[in-house]
């Protein structure tokens, strides 16, 4: 059974810094290019990261270039999006995708929340 499953979320002060993890099962992790989107209230899904599956070549949206960083630890059938300096607009749920030629896995979706 194919999981994929987002922690880390919480609430955060601006500025301030979280790490989401996205652990995945049932799949060759190692086969898939890994992505993390977002969808805050009232607004389409966004993508946010991406890192490839072999090369680890990774690709920001601009509203985050600079600011956050997408690992991933095959080892362990993870990926990280490590996020700093923070701000309101970052609020959103953020999700894992994975995706290989013809297949597409989602996690549920972990809530993050930047408000002082």
């Known amino acids: 059974q194919v999981q994929l499953v987002e922690s880390g979320g919480g609430l955060v002060q601006p500025g301030g810094s979280l790490r989401l993890s996205c652990a995945a099962s049932?799949?060759?992790?190692?086969?898939?290019?890994m992505s993390w989107y977002r969808q805050a209230p009232g607004k389409e899904r966004e993508l946010v990261a991406t890192?490839?599956?072999?090369?680890?070549?990774?690709t920001y949206a601009d509203s985050v270039k600079g600011r956050f960083t997408i690992s991933r630890d095959n080892a362990k059938n993870t990926v990280y999006l490590q996020m700093n300096s923070l701000k309101p607009e970052d609020t959103a749920v953020y999700y894992c995708?994975?995706?290989?030629?013809?297949?597409?896995?989602w996690g549920q979706g972990t809530q993050v929340t930047v408000s002082s």
């Open positions: 995708k994975a995706v290989r030629v013809g297949l597409v896995y």
């Open positions: 890192i490839t599956s072999v090369s680890a070549y990774t």
């Open positions: 049932g799949f060759t992790f190692s086969s898939y290019a």
